[in-house]
């Protein structure tokens, strides 16, 4: 069986299943944080190590200044219902992003998450918030040309050293991406760990993305040929 290690979701379409059910955006916004809770269960069933979700972006700061009032309530909320749960799971948080940026509220309660269950050594569910890959590359570059200057480091660094300047710094690249709600784009998601990931997209609303769901696209998953630029014996 192939084995994917690290799964990467784009959680798309909450606000547009809340229309379609006649409720407000906010309400697809929980419905989605809520399915969190139940997808990483499932994902750590079925062996995965990392679990990486796509809950802010740095573009979203663009919605509507009560969209995203609500979006920076919502980790507080959805800590508040899962936190210990997580916890004796084994379950551990980390938070991918600059969490400078958020409101001190919202920034506290992740970094409670973080130390809650820094000693975990379960599922590591990584949720990305205000995260654009962009910038992310861009503050990596800056470090390590800091490092340079400072004589920390020689100016001859290659891929293996750079990754150790991103976010995700210690944790393996993407294996497969998955992506709901019928959208067939990457937005600005994680460009250098899925490189090589494998990519899927699926028409369900993120609220929609059943456990079920979850294991027909890992079937699928187990079925691709990964040839990371090589070829096959044919």
Known sequence: MKKCEHLAIIMDGNGRWAKAQGLPRSAGHLAGADNVRTIAIAASELGIRYLTIYAFSTENWKRSKDEVSYLMKLPAVFFEKYMQEFVDRGFRINIIGEMEELPASTAAVLR????RSAANTGLQLNIAMNYGAHREIIL?????AEDVKNGIVQNDIDEEGFERYLMTADMPPVDYLIRTSGEQRISNYLLWQIAYAELCFVP????????EVLRRCME???HRDRRFGGVTNE
């Not at 990596?140 to 390590?144: F, G, L, P």
């Not at 369900?204 to 456990?211: I, L």
């Open 220 to 222: 699928e998953y187990e």
């Open 140 to 144: 990596a570059a800056r470090r390590y």
């Open 204 to 211: 369900e609303s993120w609220p929609e993305f059943t456990p």
């Open 112 to 115: 409670n998450a973080m130390a």
